[in-house]
């Protein structure tokens, strides 16, 4: 049977989206599965490729079940095809930190991008974050990867109140 | 950071036709709605054009449009038609060689202040900035309503 008609994951929520006028084909965003893993990875374009797979397994046995709802890799997927996904979870007392929600992975097909896909997977990890109880998101995003950052500034994040520092380590 | 004049004439202006659509604006209804220099804004305006980001229309009813991407150009691209956005040592002992240590110090850490700003500004699109100002107005309108925004 295919992971993706399990019975547990017929309950999970799952979100129709509007139509892509691309595909005609309605968009939908729900939780990973093991099956989605190669696209994830052939969309996923930060980084060295040949890493990936392993990187990828390990992020979705930690947060791909669905079953803990800190936890959350999602997907966007239309026509059969997988061609967005965003992962996140609830951290808390780093440095101080109170709980909130982390953002830690978001990418789109570069040819189905400009339909508002990434939106739609943001707003539903935002309302999944805020279902487990945080009321703030962060996220850290490379500062020459200006399509991701305009993307959350456009959704109103803004620098906050930690910074990120780092070296070299002899 | 101290953004000059130009810079910040420029974006009033942009940001002004950027949220008109095609509707056309001289240099007067902009200078008036922000109560700056028609002067000083007409040479902006002059770069502006240079740069594509803007068009003149000639003609009765002519102004200026804006000729840009609204969803692609940055905060960045419009300020950088005007100053560099690097900070300066005011160094009163050039050369020293006793202050040479402490000013490239000095230098690395503005560098790093000059990195970041430019890194903020230049992921700020038009679009963004446009929503973030309506929302920001729209705040204030209820606010003095005295209504829930």
Known sequence: MDSREGSSLLSLPIMVLKYHMATKDPILIRNAVPTDLDAIIEIDDVGPKEEKPAYWRGIFSHYGSGEKKERIFLVAETGGEIVGFIAGEVRAWEFGSAPCGWCFALAVSPKMRGAGIAKRMFDEIRRRLKGAGVTTVRTMVDRNNKVTLSFFRSQGLRSGRYIELEREID | ?149
């Open chain 2, 1 to 149: 950071m101290k953004l000059n004049k130009g810079s910040l004439f420029a974006l009033f202006a942009v940001l002004e036709l950027a949220g008109n659509g095609d509707r056309q604006l001289s240099t007067t209804d902009i200078a008036g709605k922000y109560g700056i220099s028609t002067h000083h804004l007409a040479k902006v305006m002059r770069n502006l054009v240079h740069s594509g980001l803007v068009q003149a229309v000639r003609g009765v009813g002519g102004g200026y449009r804006f000729a840009g991407n609204v969803s692609r150009t940055t905060l960045l691209d419009v300020i950088q038609l005007f100053e560099k956005l690097e900070s300066e040592l005011d160094m009163p002992n050039q050369g020293n060689p006793a202050c040479e240590p402490i000013v490239a110090e000095l230098r690395s850490i503005t560098g790093e202040i000059d990195d970041l700003t430019k890194a903020i500004l230049d992921t700020i699109t038009l679009e963004t900035a446009l929503k973030s100002t309506r929302l920001r107005t729209e705040a204030a309108a209820s606010v003095a309503a005295g209504t829930p925004s």
